[in-house]
């Protein structure tokens, strides 16, 4: 069992920058691939960001390349996305999941079904 809490959203003006982070509960969080995910109101849940489980293959969304960075500490068994040059249509609640999946393409983690466990998701707005 993982329990997973995000932090870190808030209001941002366009431009702006935030840092997000989803803590980990359980001693096996090193052996869980890890994924940022967004949603807005009405819409489905979509892929941001994933990170394997040593954080050396990572994988974005076209939309967040160049301007997103996640990363993740396991000695401190948490997961970051470093948001750079916000923009409105960045503004979702943003969650991050674990996956306990192991799969060659990177492409399968795009998918929310990859991920077995979810935080309670962190609202991120960003102002024109």
């Known amino acids: 069992q993982v329990q997973l809490t995000e932090s870190g959203g808030g209001l941002v003006q366009a431009g702006g920058s935030l840092r997000l982070s989803c803590a980990a509960s359980?001693?096996?969080?090193?052996?869980?691939?890890m994924g940022w995910f967004r949603q807005e109101p009405g819409k489905e849940r979509n892929f941001v960001a994933f990170?394997?489980?040593?954080?050396?293959?990572?994988y974005y969304a076209d939309s967040v390349k160049g301007r997103f960075t996640i990363s993740r500490d396991n000695a401190k068994n948490t997961v970051y996305l470093q948001m750079n040059s916000l923009k409105p249509e960045d503004t979702a609640v943003y969650y991050c999941g674990a996956s306990g999946n192991r799969r060659e393409s990177l492409s399968w983690y795009a998918g929310d079904r990859e991920y077995e466990y979810w935080g309670q998701g962190t609202q991120v707005t960003v102002s024109s």
């Open positions: 990170i394997n489980w040593s954080g050396y293959r990572t």
């Open positions: 359980g001693r096996t969080f090193s052996s869980y691939a």
